[in-house]
C-alpha cells in the first residue's frame, strides 16, 4: 500500500511532468493558439467518447449535407493504428 508521501511525490511528478500547454505565452493564449495535438490522441478521443463523436458528425453533416464525401491531403501521412484519418472516418 502507497505511503502518504508516495502519493504527493506521484501528483507532483504528474502536476510538473512535459505538458506543451504550459509553454505557451500568455499573448499566444490570448490570440487563441493551441499546443499541437497528435492524430493518434484525437482518433482515440473520437472513437473512446460517443459525445465528441456524435458532435464532430453533427457538425460535418450540417456544413457537407448527409452524403458528403470525404477527401484527404496525399501530403499527409500521419496515422493512427496504422489508418489515415480518411480510412477512420469512412
Do not use: C
Given at each position: 500500500?502507497?505511503?502518504?508521501?508516495?502519493?504527493?511525490?506521484?501528483?507532483?511528478?504528474?502536476?510538473?511532468?512535459?505538458?506543451?500547454?504550459?509553454?505557451?505565452?500568455q499573448?499566444e493564449?490570448?490570440?487563441?493558439?493551441?499546443p499541437?495535438?497528435?492524430?493518434?490522441?484525437?482518433?482515440?478521443?473520437?472513437?473512446?467518447?460517443?459525445?465528441?463523436?456524435?458532435?464532430?458528425d453533427?457538425?460535418?453533416?450540417?456544413?457537407?449535407?448527409?452524403?458528403?464525401h470525404?477527401?484527404m491531403?496525399?501530403?499527409?501521412?500521419?496515422?493512427?493504428?496504422?489508418k489515415?484519418?480518411?480510412?477512420i472516418?469512412?
Amino acid at each position: 500500500m502507497p505511503t502518504p508521501l508516495a502519493n504527493v511525490v506521484t501528483r507532483l511528478k504528474e502536476a510538473l511532468a512535459y505538458r506543451p500547454a504550459f509553454f505557451l505565452t500568455q499573448a499566444e493564449k490570448g490570440m487563441g493558439v493551441s499546443p499541437e495535438v497528435s492524430f493518434k490522441v484525437m482518433t482515440e478521443v473520437y472513437l473512446g467518447d460517443l459525445a465528441v463523436r456524435a458532435s464532430i458528425d453533427f457538425l460535418a453533416d450540417q456544413i457537407a449535407g448527409m452524403d458528403f464525401h470525404t477527401t484527404m491531403s496525399e501530403e499527409y501521412t500521419e496515422r493512427s493504428d496504422g489508418k489515415t484519418a480518411k480510412e477512420i472516418v469512412d
